[in-house]
């Protein structure tokens, strides 16, 4: 966590906004979704700092 945190800004930049520190699951539940699955994983031969990934379902939201 500390090098994603690190490592941010520059990412920012250089992938056209894309976070490396996001918590898929709070922004999910505080924009009013359910998470009925949710899984992390790492993409092999990524550094984890990189490739670590969510795959899942959210039922509802905002605007539901």
Same mark, same amino acid.
């Given at each position: 966590?500390?090098? +994603?945190?690190?490592?941010?800004?520059? +990412?920012?930049?250089?992938?056209?906004?894309?976070?490396?520190?996001?918590?898929?699951?709070?922004?999910?539940?505080?924009?009013?979704?359910?998470?009925?699955?949710?899984?992390?994983?790492?993409?092999?031969?990524?550094?984890?700092?990189?490739?670590?990934?969510? +795959?899942?379902?959210?039922?509802?939201?905002?605007?539901?």
């Amino acid at each position: 966590a500390r090098l +994603q945190n690190l490592l941010n800004p520059v +990412q920012n930049v250089i992938s056209c906004g894309c976070n490396l520190n996001r918590r898929i699951d709070e922004e999910l539940e505080a924009a009013g979704f359910v998470i009925l699955s949710l899984e992390r994983f790492v993409v092999p031969s990524v550094p984890r700092a990189f490739g670590e990934v969510y +795959q899942g379902v959210a039922s509802g939201g905002v605007g539901r």
